[in-house]
């Protein structure tokens, strides 16, 4: 791993293409499926339950309202039920490019916070 700060000018221009690439990739997936007729989705990050996935673990954190009163929350795993309630709320064709959480997760090919496109 590098040891140079994020700020870095050159660290950043050594990862500017990756940026930029990745744009692209996302407005030409964004592209094709507005093509097709999906309209896109923002669903909320935050749930009251993290599901029942047995092999999942999302991130916990504390809500705390004006009054005072606090409330466990959590950070969604995936977009899976918020858009499956679209779903049954007559939605047909819908995509989402969400930042997911997963706690417990982390290696080569896996980040506690990473970008899913869900669609269906």
Avoid at 8 to 24: D, K, Q, T
Avoid at 30 to 41: C, L
Avoid at 84 to 109: M, S, Y
Wanted: aromatic share 12%; charged share 25%.
């Amino acid at each position: 791993m590098e040891n140079t700060p994020w700020w870095s000018p050159e660290a950043h221009a050594r990862r500017r293409g990756h940026l930029m690439a990745r744009g692209r990739i996302r407005s030409a997936v964004r592209g094709w499926f507005e093509g097709q007729g999906f309209v896109e989705t923002e669903c909320g990050a935050l749930v009251t339950s993290p599901g029942n996935e047995a092999h999942l673990h999302a991130f916990e954190t504390r809500f705390v309202s004006d009054s005072g009163q606090s409330l466990s929350l959590y950070l969604h795993t995936s977009p899976e039920f918020a858009m499956k309630k679209l779903l049954a709320a007559g939605e047909t064709r819908i995509f989402d490019f969400a930042r997911a959480f997963r706690n417990r997760e982390v290696g080569a090919r896996h980040a506690p916070e990473f970008t899913m496109l869900e669609w269906y």
